[in-house]
């Protein structure tokens, strides 16, 4: 029997499913990750910014 690692619940043969390097995902499951993946990556990008704009300032005033 498949399982979804991210809600350990059972893939039906009725139930769409993506499988992977890292494992099997039921589609929305696979979908929700890729989600939060993009929103990660991009907070870290802004983040990265600000602490580049701080360290940028903190330089020219000192």
Partial sequence: MLVC???KN?????HKYIQN???IYH???YNKI???LKYSILV???FSILV???VIAI???V
């Fill in 52 to 54: 580049t704009i701080a």
């Fill in 27 to 29: 589609l929305d499951c």
């Fill in 5 to 7: 690692l991210k809600c």
């Fill in 34 to 36: 890729q989600k939060m």
């Fill in 44 to 46: 870290g990008i802004v």
């Fill in 10 to 14: 059972d893939i039906l043969p009725t």
């Fill in 21 to 23: 390097s890292v494992g």
């Fill in 59 to 61: 330089v020219v005033v």
